[in-house]
């Protein structure tokens, strides 16, 4: 990251962007620890975060195909979080699609 951010800003604050900006891309950070606190506090995601409990057999999973929670009885996830792989699109569709099956598959076991 602190590699990215200071290739980013010597390419954001070359000439040929000087039309177009108004100062530096980023504050003058002198040192790696610096740069890095500074990372630290201002870093986001633009995306919508998914896959960190994936759902599938075996290992790696944490969430079978019916979404209750591998070893913990009563608990279901029903959200992106249990998307095997990112989309390549908006997440906003199958979050839909997966919380609509969730609360049948969850009513069902009740």
């Known amino acids: 990251m602190i590699a990215h951010h200071r290739r980013n800003a010597e390419i954001l604050n070359a000439p040929a962007f000087d039309a177009i900006c108004d100062g530096p891309a980023s504050p ?7 740069l890095e606190d500074f990372i630290r506090r201002t870093a986001s995601t633009v995306w919508h975060p998914t896959s960190t409990c994936r759902m599938g057999p075996g290992d790696g999973a944490v969430v079978g195909p019916d979404l209750a929670v591998h070893g913990i009885k009563g608990l279901s996830i029903c959200d992106a979080s ?3 792989t990112m989309t390549s699109g908006n997440t906003n569709a199958p979050v839909i699609m997966i919380a609509e099956k969730g609360s049948e598959l969850i009513l069902a076991r009740h």
Do not use: R
Not at 28 to 34: F, G, P, Q, S, V
């Open 82 to 84: 249990v998307m095997p």
């Open 28 to 34: 003058e950070i002198n040192t790696d620890a610096a």
